[in-house]
């Protein structure tokens, strides 16, 4: 699986930004996805992730209620669309999958086995 990830950008604290990641595969509901990000000098960490068939979102505690995570099987794309965004949100965004119900934790990196190759995103104050 080949994931794509692209949206990134610059924008001002209180913006939005929507970032996308295509798979090239026709089994895209066969893996659960995620979000993760990795800003300067810092660990990759979890923002979000959405099982197989989209019945299943959980987040972050820094980006609830900001952030929604969403996926379309028909189109083979993953979605994130960011509101209110803060400086402390600067990062890169990389989209990551799954094979889905692996019943491992959701919110750890060495979970996934495919990764895309990221897209910056820049808040400024």
């Known amino acids: 699986v080949q994931l794509q990830a692209s949206g990134g950008g610059e924008v001002q604290a209180g913006g939005s930004l929507k970032l996308s990641c295509a798979a090239s595969t026709h089994i895209f509901s066969s893996f659960d996805m995620g979000w993760f990000r990795q800003a300067p000098g810092k660990e990759r960490e979890f923002v979000t992730f959405i099982n197989w068939n989209g019945t299943r979102a959980y987040y972050a505690d820094s980006v609830t209620g900001r952030f929604t995570i969403s996926r379309d099987n028909a189109k083979n794309t993953l979605a994130l669309q960011m509101n209110s965004l803060k400086p402390e949100d600067t990062a890169v965004y990389y989209c990551?999958?799954?094979?889905?119900?692996?019943?491992?934790?959701?919110?750890?990196?060495?979970?996934?086995?495919?990764w895309g190759q990221g897209t910056l995103v820049t808040v400024s104050s």
């Open positions: 990551a999958a799954r094979t889905r119900y692996s019943g491992s934790p959701y919110y750890r990196p060495r979970e996934y086995g495919y």
